[in-house]
C-alpha cells in the first residue's frame, strides 16, 4: 500500500485538471492523472501514472479505479473535472446528439465516477470526492442549455452522493467555478460571438476571469482533512460574479 495519499483527478490534460493535478503533487499527494488520451502534458510535478479513460464509458471508469486499487491499495480524493461546453445556440437549434454528448460526459461521468469511486475511498481511514459543477449549475444561461442542464445535474448527484456519505468517512462536493481563463471559456466566447456579435458568456456583474490555480486551490482543501465537516457542500469560485 502506498504511504502517501492518493488522488485520482479526471480532465488531467485541461486547464483546471492540470492546475489541480500540480497542486496535490507540491502538497506530496500521488496523482493518477486521467484523460481520454494518456498522451497529455505533466510538465511541473511528477504523476504517479497517467491513464487514458473515458468517463462515459463504464467499463473504463471501472478500469480506472481498479487500477488505483491493485497499484497504490488506497483511495484518498477523487476529483471528477472531465467536461464538454457543448455548443452556445439556442434550444429550438441545439443538435440532439450534441446535447447527448454534453450529457453523457458531464453528467453521466460524474455518476460513473461516483459509482466507481466511493466503494474505493470507504475502503480507507478518510476520503474525499469533488466534482466541478459550475456557477452553471445554480443559475440559468440563454443559448447553453446542455451544459447549464448538465451542471445543475451534477450538483444534484453531489447533494444525493453527500446523503448518503452522512456518518462515514467519507465526504462528497462540489466546487462552482465562474468563468475561468481557459481553453473552454475562449471557445464559449467564440461561439458566443458569433451568435451574438461583440456577445461572451452572460455574468451577473463583471468580475475578472479566474485563473486555473484559483480552482485548484479550492479543490486541493476539499481534498484535504482541512475539510473533514464539509459534506454536500458547493463551493463557488467566481470572484463574486454570481453575488450580485
Known amino acids: 500500500m502506498a504511504s502517501q495519499a492518493v488522488a485520482v483527478v479526471t480532465g488531467g490534460g485541461g486547464g483546471i485538471g492540470s492546475a489541480t493535478a500540480r497542486k496535490l503533487a507540491s502538497k ?7 484523460d481520454q488520451s494518456a498522451e497529455i502534458a505533466t510538465e511541473g510535478y ?54 447527448d454528448r454534453v450529457i453523457s460526459i458531464n453528467l453521466r461521468g460524474t455518476f460513473l465516477c461516483l459509482k466507481h469511486a466511493l466503494p474505493l475511498l470507504r475502503e480507507g481511514a478518510g476520503g474525499s470526492f469533488v466534482a466541478t459543477a459550475s456557477t452553471s449549475a445554480i443559475r440559468g444561461r440563454g443559448n447553453l442549455a446542455a451544459y447549464v442542464a448538465s451542471k445543475h445535474g451534477v450538483l444534484g448527484l453531489v447533494r444525493s452522493a453527500a446523503m ?71 463551493i463557488v469560485v467566481d470572484g463574486g460574479s454570481t453575488a450580485a
Open 28 to 34: 506530496g499527494w500521488a496523482v493518477v492523472v486521467a
Open 46 to 99: 511528477d504523476a504517479a501514472a497517467v491513464v487514458a479513460c473515458d468517463v462515459t464509458n463504464a467499463e473504463e471508469v471501472r478500469d480506472l479505479l481498479g487500477f488505483v486499487g491493485r497499484r497504490f491499495g488506497r483511495l484518498d480524493g477523487f476529483f471528477a473535472n472531465a467536461g464538454i461546453s457543448g455548443l452556445v445556440t439556442g434550444i429550438a437549434d441545439y443538435p440532439e446528439d450534441v446535447f
Open 164 to 234: 448518503e456519505c452522512v456518518g462515514s468517512n467519507v465526504r462528497v462536493n462540489a466546487v462552482l467555478p465562474g468563468p475561468i481563463h481557459t481553453p473552454m471559456i475562449d471557445e464559449i466566447n467564440a461561439m458566443a460571438a458569433k451568435l451574438t456579435p461583440g456577445g461572451t458568456i452572460q455574468r451577473a456583474t463583471a468580475a475578472p476571469y479566474g485563473q486555473p490555480e484559483d480552482v485548484a486551490n479550492t479543490v486541493a482543501f476539499l481534498l484535504s482533512p482541512d475539510a473533514a465537516h464539509l459534506n454536500g457542500a458547493e
